[in-house]
């Protein structure tokens, strides 16, 4: 079991074979890639980590530091930054 935003336990049991959640080899190698490098940092490292990053840093051009921002990160812009 690994801890999800110190909230939240997630096992192998919640991605059985029966899960809604069907994924391909491709994508199952990719989750597994993600929670290699990132399943064992804290909640605080991920968001401090986001928070540095071009595509968060360019959707919120304009806002303030504490002000709410539902602007929408684009897939072209993750894309190009982390290509």
């Known amino acids: 079991m690994m801890r999800l935003m110190e909230r939240y336990l997630v096992s192998l049991n919640d991605f059985n074979e029966k899960s809604d959640l069907q ?3 491709a994508q199952k ?4 890639k ?3 490098a990132y399943g064992c940092k804290s909640p ?6 986001i928070r540095s990053e071009m595509p968060y840093i360019k959707a919120r051009l304009g806002i ?3 002000e709410r921002c539902n602007h929408e990160i684009t897939l072209s812009a993750m894309a190009e ?3």
């Open 23 to 25: 994924l391909n080899q």
């Open 29 to 32: 190698e990719t989750v597994d």
């Open 34 to 36: 993600v929670m290699e």
């Open 44 to 49: 605080q490292w991920l968001g401090d980590q």
């Open 64 to 66: 303030e530091d504490m």
């Open 81 to 83: 930054y982390y290509s």
